[in-house]
């Protein structure tokens, strides 16, 4: 028995007024008011003019200890010597120096014993170096993570650099031990050291996050740091003292803020008198630099997900 197109387009009607009467009273409950049984998150984009939301920082900040975790594990993974490469890097490069710097060319450090004049700076820079080597690629390889779930990119490189932490302390027994062995008497100057530590920490993280937003558009980034981290530590007084250039050049030195970081090193480790206004200078540049990174990151962050 068949069905005319009558009757097919007068049941269809029908039906489709039963599902509307049907569903109109839920509508009408919900919008006058009532909750769904599942809360909603919507994510919106921060218009305030705060260069950090440190509320959202600190909302993620288990994150940022399993990054950090992570970024320590993923470093020494299938290692043989594992964490003993945090210690050798700076150990030969001192020994290499030593040789060459100390004894050959006649360098002189301050009435410091070279080896410890060199290790000291070094410390310092192979910290640095290696901290904003990882930031700077930090956003991209965590492409994974950016394009699939939110939480705050800053997050990223700021892990990469609490990873060269833990470098930082692994090779700092090796100082102390050196100090032991050349009988280095510590003065009321060591409590600097950590400011110092810190004032190299925010320096790393600022380049760090700059680089990193840079690495994200201008891939070509990721091939100059390496290039201009070696030329870079030849314009810092790791090898020679600052006084080793003439005067009328040493502010020239002074415009480069990892100089009043090394030099703040040895004078808080050997007890030598601080310079003060390279310090105050570099502490000066380390505050703009982290401030504008800091923008530029933000200003970026919002096309990351996309051009990743």
């Known amino acids: 028995m068949g069905i005319s197109s009558i009757d097919t387009n007068t049941s269809l009607k029908s039906t489709r007024e039963t599902a509307t009467e049907e569903v109109e009273p839920e509508n009408l409950s919900q919008s006058s008011g009532e909750l769904p049984e599942e809360p909603l998150v919507i994510i919106e984009p921060n218009k305030a003019l705060g260069f950090v939301d440190l509320n959202d920082l600190w909302a993620f900040r288990e994150l940022l200890y399993f990054l950090t975790w992570r970024d320590v594990k993923v470093r020494y993974k299938q290692t043989q010597l594992g964490i003993a490469w945090a210690i050798i890097q700076p150990l030969l490069t001192m020994l290499v120096f030593t040789l060459f710097f100390g004894r050959l060319a006649g360098v002189p450090s301050d009435n410091i014993p070279y080896p410890l004049f060199a290790y000291s700076g070094l410390l310092a820079w192979?910290?640095?170096?290696?901290?904003?080597?990882?930031?700077?690629?930090?956003?991209?390889?965590?492409?994974?993570?950016?394009?699939?779930?939110?939480?705050?990119?800053?997050?990223?490189?700021?892990?990469?650099?609490?990873?060269?932490?833990?470098?930082?302390?692994?090779?700092?027994?090796?100082?102390?031990?050196?100090?032991?062995?050349?009988?280095?008497?510590?003065?009321?100057?060591?409590?600097?050291?950590?400011?110092v530590v810190l004032l190299t920490t925010l320096f790393a993280l600022?380049?760090?996050?700059w680089l990193s937003a840079l690495t994200v558009k201008y891939r070509d980034v990721r091939f100059a740091v390496p290039f201009l981290i070696q030329l870079g530590m030849f314009v810092s007084p790791v090898i020679y003292p600052a006084s080793f250039l003439p005067a009328k050049f040493r502010w020239l030195l002074s415009l480069n803020p990892m100089t009043g970081i090394i030099e703040g090193y040895r004078s808080s480790l050997f007890g030598r008198q601080f310079n003060w206004s390279?310090?105050?200078?570099?502490?000066?540049?380390?505050?703009?630099?982290?401030?504008?990174?800091?923008?530029?990151?933000?200003r970026m962050e919002k096309s990351f997900a996309d051009i990743i």
């Open 126 to 195: 192979t910290f640095f170096s290696n901290a904003i080597t990882t930031s700077g690629n930090s956003l991209v390889g965590s492409a994974h993570l950016i394009t699939k779930v939110y939480f705050p990119r800053m997050i990223i490189p700021g892990a990469a650099v609490a990873a060269g932490l833990v470098d930082f302390g692994i090779a700092f027994v090796i100082l102390v031990m050196l100090m032991v062995y050349y009988r280095v008497t510590v003065t009321l100057n060591i409590l600097m050291f950590p400011v």
């Open 206 to 209: 600022g380049m760090g996050m």
């Open 278 to 298: 390279s310090l105050a200078a570099s502490a000066a540049i380390t505050l703009i630099l982290l401030i504008y990174a800091s923008y530029s990151f933000r």
